[in-house]
C-alpha cells in the first residue's frame, strides 16, 4: 500500500493545486458521485479545477481532517476521511470514501469517489 491516499487528502485539505495535479497521471480516469450529481474527469487539471474545487470552493475552508483511514482490497486501494468544513452558512462534515489504482509512477491512474455531501454540525435545539 502506497502513501499516495494521505498526500492526497493533504492536498485536497491544504487545496495546494500544484501538488494535487501532481498526484493524477496524465491520462486519469475520475469518476464520482455526490448527493445530487455524478462527475467525471479524464485529465489532473479537469479533477483539480472542475471538481475537487466545485466541490470545495474558495470560500470554503478545510478546517481540519476529522478523520482518515486508509486500506486495500486487493490490487485497488482505498481511503475514507472526513474534512471539517468551515462555510459562510455554518460548520459541515464531509466524508469521502475513494478508490483508486496507482500506475508505475506512483500517481493515481483511475478514481472512483462517493461523497456523504455537507453535513450540518450546528447544535439540535430541543423543543
Known amino acids: ?4 491516499g494521505s498526500r492526497y487528502v493533504a492536498a485536497l485539505a ?3 493545486t500544484d ?10 480516469y475520475f469518476r464520482a458521485l455526490t448527493p445530487r450529481r455524478s462527475w467525471e474527469a479524464d485529465s489532473p487539471e ?5 471538481v475537487l474545487y466545485t466541490w470545495f470552493a474558495a470560500h470554503e475552508v478545510i478546517e ?3 478523520q482518515l483511514e486508509r486500506g486495500r482490497v486487493v490490487d485497488r486501494e482505498r481511503v475514507d476521511y472526513r474534512f471539517i468544513v468551515r462555510t459562510p452558512d455554518g460548520r459541515f462534515a464531509v466524508e ?4 483508486f489504482d496507482v500506475d508505475d509512477a506512483d500517481r493515481i491512474s483511475r478514481m472512483h469517489v462517493m461523497c456523504s455531501g455537507f453535513q ?3 447544535p439540535v435545539i430541543e423543543a
Open 14 to 16: 491544504a487545496k495546494d
Open 64 to 66: 481540519s481532517v476529522d
Open 120 to 122: 450540518s454540525l450546528a
Open 1 to 4: 500500500m502506497t502513501d499516495l
Open 96 to 99: 469521502q470514501r475513494a478508490y
Open 19 to 28: 501538488a494535487l495535479v501532481a498526484l493524477f497521471a496524465p491520462q486519469v
Open 46 to 50: 479537469e479533477v483539480v479545477h472542475e
